[in-house]
């Protein structure tokens, strides 16, 4: 069984700092792609930032040259640091990773329950 689990969400002031984490845990082979998807009330889950295994990145435009997105494949862990946040962040946060369980012959999509992230003064 594999699981992410998100951590480090929370209520920050506009302009402030936060970062987000997301542990794989259980029958881990390996891991290629992590994601960070958001979703705000009312709207469509949208992807915000990639990172190969190897460490190449892309970001969605709104948060480009403010979130970065890094990840430590020995403890199979997947952050996104968050500054100059602003109102319109506010989302729910959800890591996502394209996982290698041990004895499966194929990759599959796994997700977290989110995490809550809230930009208000």
């Known amino acids: 069984q594999v699981q992410l689990v998100e951590f480090g969400g929370g209520l920050v002031q506009p302009g402030g700092s936060l970062r987000v984490s997301c542990a794989a845990s259980?029958?881990?082979?390996?891991?290629?792609?992590m994601n960070w998807y958001r979703q705000a009330p009312g709207k469509e889950r949208e992807l915000v930032a990639t990172?190969?295994?190897?460490?190449?990145?892309n970001y969605a435009d709104s948060v480009k040259g403010r979130f970065t997105i890094s990840r430590d494949n020995a403890k199979n862990t997947v952050y996104l640091q968050m500054n100059s946040l602003k109102p319109e962040d506010t989302a729910v946060y959800y890591c996502n990773g394209r996982v290698l369980p041990i004895g499966m012959p194929n990759f599959r999509d796994y997700w977290g329950q989110g995490t809550q992230v809230t930009v208000s003064s």
């Open positions: 259980g029958s881990i082979s390996s891991i290629g792609v």
């Open positions: 990172i190969t295994r190897g460490g190449n990145t």
